[in-house]
């Protein structure tokens, strides 16, 4: 069990671009969740995944932002057109589900838009 | 978006000193977690509880699941410098289908231990 590992760790970009993150779960865990963090607040939803069905967005998730999990595996999360206010740290978790689910986070992504 | 309301904000103690802190909410949940992060790096998860009363034990660490469903708080015995970090409480709902859904975080509790 290996943990769920992000890439990158860092990125820099300048607005306008468009940026891609990298998720790869616990395997065989079925469930995989974007989160997002601003400084000096905790992480917010902003989407999951069981298997590869997108199951819920959060209305954080403005129509610039897409993801995806077209095996059922690893993930990716793409911002496109990126604003300043996408600053931020994007967390991604999974878990097995169930009635005693527990999402363990992977170390995120930090993102600077300048 | 929504967040739970988490106190205290921050705390300085000295090493050895016990640490309580504690959330609520003013809905109730089906599960609360608590989370430890240092900076840069991924939430940890410390103690996971599932059931409204339960009160869970993990080495120092202390938490339980208010009987409410709307509160949880959690306790360090004995602080040592290696607990600084902030320390998150989370919060999750089951969905309209009968799953679990996605997790609801308090803005944390800041700890910094004097040694």
């Known amino acids: 069990d290996t943990g769920v590992s992000q890439d990158p760790r860092h990125k820099i970009t300048k607005r306008g671009q468009n940026v891609t993150f990298r998720c790869d779960p616990i395997s065989e865990h079925n469930r995989l969740y974007w989160y997002r963090q601003t400084l000096g607040q905790g992480p917010e939803f902003l989407t999951y995944?069981?298997?590869?069905?997108?199951?819920?967005k959060s209305r954080l998730l403005s129509d610039r932002f897409s993801a995806e999990r077209p095996k059922g595996s690893f993930s990716t999360l793409e911002i496109q057109r990126t604003e300043q206010g996408d600053s931020a740290m994007y967390l991604c978790?999974?878990?097995?589900?169930?009635?005693?689910?527990?999402?363990?986070f992977g170390p995120g992504t930090r993102l600077l838009v300048l | 978006g929504q967040q739970l309301n988490q106190s205290p904000q921050s705390m300085f103690i000295q090493e050895g000193e016990d640490v309580s802190m504690n959330c609520t909410s003013s809905?109730?949940?089906?599960?609360w977690l608590w989370y430890k992060q240092d900076p840069g790096e991924g939430p940890v998860l410390l103690i996971a509880?599932?059931?409204?009363?339960e009160l869970t034990s993990n080495g120092r660490l202390t938490a339980q699941f208010g009987i409410t469903r709307k509160d949880s708080f959690l306790n360090i015995s004995a602080s040592i410098p290696s607990d600084v970090g902030i320390y998150f409480c989370?919060?999750?709902?089951?969905?309209?289908?009968?799953?679990?859904?996605?997790?609801?975080f308090g803005k944390g509790t800041k700890l910094s231990v004097k040694p």
């Open positions: 995944f069981q298997n590869e069905a997108q199951l819920e």
């Open positions: 989370a919060g999750q709902r089951r969905n309209y289908g009968g799953s679990q859904g996605n997790l609801i």
């Open positions: 509880l599932y059931k409204a009363g």
């Open positions: 809905s109730i949940f089906n599960t």
């Open positions: 978790a999974s878990s097995v589900g169930g009635m005693e689910e527990t999402q363990y």
